[in-house]
């Protein structure tokens, strides 16, 4: 069965230094996955998502994420957070049981200091 | 173009009352997926309807909570009698098409507490 582990479940950092939010994942194929975002009291809105092409996926707000089987990791990173940054994310992957399935990790609550 | 849209948007009801959820999805999306993220845990499917069918439901916890697509537009989650352990956020999402990668569009989620 296929699952998502988000290695930390809260990560502070300071203002324009980068950001790293960690994301195992388990899958007996190569999986779809996605980076979506929660701000405070809004919907979850997708960052970024791997389908199999370039393993190097850039997304939205200077996110971008790596997909590296070999280690199965799919790592959110940006060079300089900002305080806008600072919601919860989630790291998710595709059910290969049901294409309509997605399953989520925990979630990482990413906290901004001035 | 309007995203998933949930109505409402916080609920507070006493445990053994009644509450419905409705989601409005994406206009033309055929899938319409219900998740829910009690406290503290990750969020969890629910269920999954192409057009008014169920497609899969094997996330519904119990025989309590009942999800419809009457017209294949827009889909409402009743939860009846509510528990306490009902309480947390419940996130509607649509999809134009159903199949393995694709992206699916959120609403805001419904925060619901059972008292």
């Known amino acids: 069965a296929q699952s998502v582990t988000q290695l930390d479940s809260h990560v502070s950092v300071s203002e324009g230094t980068p950001v790293l939010l960690r994301c195992n994942y388990s899958s007996s194929y190569s999986p779809s996955l996605f980076w979506y975002v929660q701000h405070p009291n809004k919907g979850l809105q997708l960052l970024l998502k791997y389908t199999s092409a370039a393993t190097l996926v850039k997304g939205i707000n200077g996110f971008e994420a790596e997909f590296k089987k070999s280690e199965t990791s799919f790592h959110l990173t940006k060079p300089s957070a900002h305080m806008s940054d600072a919601a919860e994310y989630f790291c998710v992957v595709s059910s290969y049981s049901s294409a309509s399935k997605i399953i989520f990790g925990s979630g990482t609550r990413l906290s901004i200091r001035p | 173009e309007a995203g998933v849209t949930q109505f409402p948007s916080h609920s507070v009801i006493e445990k053994g009352q009644t509450v419905t959820l409705r989601c409005d999805p994406i206009s033309g999306h055929d899938n319409l997926y219900w998740y829910r993220r009690v406290m503290g845990k990750e969020i969890k499917f629910l269920l999954h309807?192409?057009?008014?069918?169920?497609?899969?439901e094997s996330g519904m916890p119990n025989n309590r909570f009942l999800a419809e697509r009457t017209g294949g537009t827009y889909s409402t989650l009743k939860v009846q009698p509510a528990e306490l352990e009902d309480s947390g956020v419940y996130f509607c999402?649509?999809?134009?098409?159903?199949?393995?990668?694709?992206?699916?569009?959120f609403g805001p989620g419904t925060r619901l507490l059972v008292l």
């Open positions: 309807f192409v057009k008014e069918s169920k497609q899969d």
């Open positions: 999402a649509s999809s134009p098409y159903m199949q393995e990668g694709e992206t699916q569009y």
